[in-house]
């Protein structure tokens, strides 16, 4: 049984930063795609960066501003949020896929965590 828990999540003012973190308990999350989404009130859940088995990709919208990273020693993967802003305002959630799993829909991962909020004020 693969468990994911996010945490990080908050309230920050536009311009601010944040750091959520994933980690997993029943597998390693060195050996698997992970990949951060987010979901916005009314709105599909979209994806927001994934880490295979080699750089970060990254949504247009979020390109420049985050960082996806692995610790492998912690066996935590990291989303570093920088230049917040309102329209950034979700639930955030963190998810493994079997490599390699090259992509941003949700749908090629299987295990999910329950998520965090980050919540952006202008």
């Known amino acids: 049984q693969v468990r994911l828990v996010e945490s990080g999540g908050d309230s920050v003012q536009a311009g601010g930063s944040l750091r959520l973190s994933c980690v997993s308990s029943?597998?390693?999350?060195?050996?698997?795609?992970v990949g951060w989404f987010r979901q916005a009130p009314g709105k599909e859940r979209e994806g927001v960066s994934y880490?295979?088995?080699?750089?970060?990709v990254y949504a247009e919208s979020v390109k420049g501003r985050f960082t996806i990273s692995r610790d492998n020693v912690r066996d935590t993967v990291y989303l570093q949020m920088n230049n917040l802003k309102p329209e950034d305002t979700a639930v955030y959630y963190c998810?493994?896929?079997?490599?390699?799993?090259?992509?941003?829909?949700?749908?090629?991962?299987?295990?999910w965590g329950q998520g965090t909020q980050v919540t952006v004020s202008s």
């Open positions: 029943g597998s390693s999350l060195s050996t698997r795609a």
């Open positions: 880490i295979s088995d080699g750089s970060g």
């Open positions: 998810a493994t896929g079997p490599l390699p799993v090259q992509s941003l829909d949700p749908r090629a991962y299987d295990y």
